[in-house]
């Protein structure tokens, strides 16, 4: 059955990896930040430029909507995509006070899966974005999809890779009790996975998956 199998799966990574602790920030509102810089770049870059957003004391959604654009550009300039993200953050934090007051409380206080389709609707915030948001700030039991979700699972034969991201989300949330932990250390556990081994190239030597792995026999370990 598949809901056993993605358990098995999940205590195969959580006994190799241990709890990630997973989303590294101080804040929900700079898991909201995070979530929409770390689009197209590596959480190395984010860091940089989260730590840059301290630095120059305007990671809150006052200072967010108050500071210029391009010298918010420039500020998360090591995220990449630098002037796109300026306008993502001022777009996400023109929603929050428009809508919420610029009260994340406000927002995460009503029907999770409302605010999930007004998310949506906030210009740059796909879902990877807003169910990162949710789950990760606001302790909502959604699933985040991401690639190493996709080629993890693709490996192992549950999904296609091509399988659309709605569809790779409800197929694990269907089949896992509705816990905001166990979505959370999940999804957590496949980006750890993800980056030491079922990578873009796989490292298939050492990988606890291997005996579940259908993927090409080129790429399974010896
Ligand atoms: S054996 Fe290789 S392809 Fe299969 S899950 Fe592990 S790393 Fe990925």
New binding site residues.
């Given amino acids: 059955m598949l809901d056993a199998y993605l358990l098995e799966i999940f205590d195969l990574l959580h006994a190799t990896y241990g709890p990630r602790h997973w989303w590294p920030a101080e804040t929900p509102f700079e898991v909201c930040v995070g979530a929409i810089l770390t689009q197209n770049t590596n959480w190395g870059n984010v860091e940089k430029a989260i730590g840059n957003l301290k630095g120059s004391g305007i990671l809150s959604p006052e200072a967010l909507r108050d500071v210029p654009a391009d010298r918010l550009a420039e500020t998360i300039r090591p995220a990449g995509y630098f002037n796109v993200k300026s306008v993502r953050l001022k777009d996400f934090v023109g929603y929050l006070w428009e809508r919420h007051g610029g009260s994340l409380e406000r927002m995460f206080a009503g029907e999770w899966r409302e605010l999930r389709e007004e998310l949506l609707g906030v210009r740059g915030i796909g879902p990877e974005t807003a169910d990162s948001i949710l789950l990760y700030a606001g302790d909502k039991p959604t699933f985040v999809v991401d690639a190493y979700t996709r080629r ?1 699972f693709a ?2 034969g549950v999904v296609d890779r091509e399988t659309g991201y709605e569809e790779v989300r409800s197929l694990f949330m269907s089949n896992l009790p509705s816990d905001v932990r166990l979505f959370n250390e999940y999804h957590a556990l496949i980006v750890e996975h993800g980056k030491h ?2 990578r873009k190239r ?3 030597a050492g ?1 606890g ?2 005996l579940f ?1 259908r ?1 090409n026999a080129a ?3 010896a």
Avoid: G, K, T, V
């Fill in positions: 993890l490996a192992l081994h079922c796989p490292r298939c990988c998956l291997h792995c993927a790429e399974r370990p």
